[in-house]
């Protein structure tokens, strides 16, 4: 079973923020212990609380130590190779989330033209087609060509098999062979073969 996902932002609550953080600073620090535990991997967490003076280091400072000092002497580039800000983290997600709009946009439109369409067709527009503006007319306009389109294809092919299925079967082929009518013919010898 899955959890629902957390939407990032600032809990305002005070009292709420505090739990949140321990609990979450406690599986912080198991993951970090199965991650040094299963994949035999150097692993420090280093995390400074809100109004607090000290981190919370984990698993300890004099492990800590060893390990910042070598992630320290590695070259800036691969420190920072995947970190990113807050900003950016935001400004990614939002960039999603514009593309997510973006792909929908299309059948949204599609649904609301379909929409727009049956409530005209029922009679439930207030005023008609005529309170619409140009593009939803232009929308509904296509719309009703596209199926009426359909329909006329889906005509076409159901009168094209309609009329397969009422063609009378071929005759079927009659069992003489020109030059072979008769069983006699069969015993026939060529003169110009000897016998």
Not at 21 to 45: D, P, Q, S, Y
């Amino acid at each position: 079973m899955s959890r629902q996902k957390m939407a990032l932002e600032r809990i305002p609550d005070d009292v709420a923020r505090h739990a949140a953080f321990r609990n979450l600073l406690n599986i912080l620090t198991e993951k970090a212990g199965e991650l040094a535990t299963l994949c035999n991997a150097k692993v420090c967490g280093l995390v400074y609380a809100e109004g607090e003076a000290q981190p919370v280091v984990w698993p300890s400072v004099a492990e800590a130590v060893p390990i910042l000092q070598r992630f320290k002497a590695t070259p800036e580039i691969k420190q920072y190779n995947k970190s990113v800000t807050q900003e950016d983290f935001l400004r990614q997600r939002m960039d999603k989330l514009k593309l997510q709009i973006q792909k929908s946009a299309p059948e949204n439109n599609r649904r609301d033209t379909a929409l727009l369409l049956h409530k005209a067709m029922r009679g439930q527009l207030q005023g008609g087609l005529e309170g619409l503006g140009i593009e939803k007319l232009t929308s509904v306009g296509w719309m009703v060509h596209m199926r009426l389109k359909g329909l006329r294809e889906l005509i076409v092919k159901r009168e094209e098999q309609a009329a397969l299925q009422l063609q009378p079967l071929p005759a079927p082929a009659s069992a003489s062979i020109s030059g072979l009518s008769s069983p006699n013919t069969s015993m026939q010898l060529d003169p110009l073969v000897p016998t």
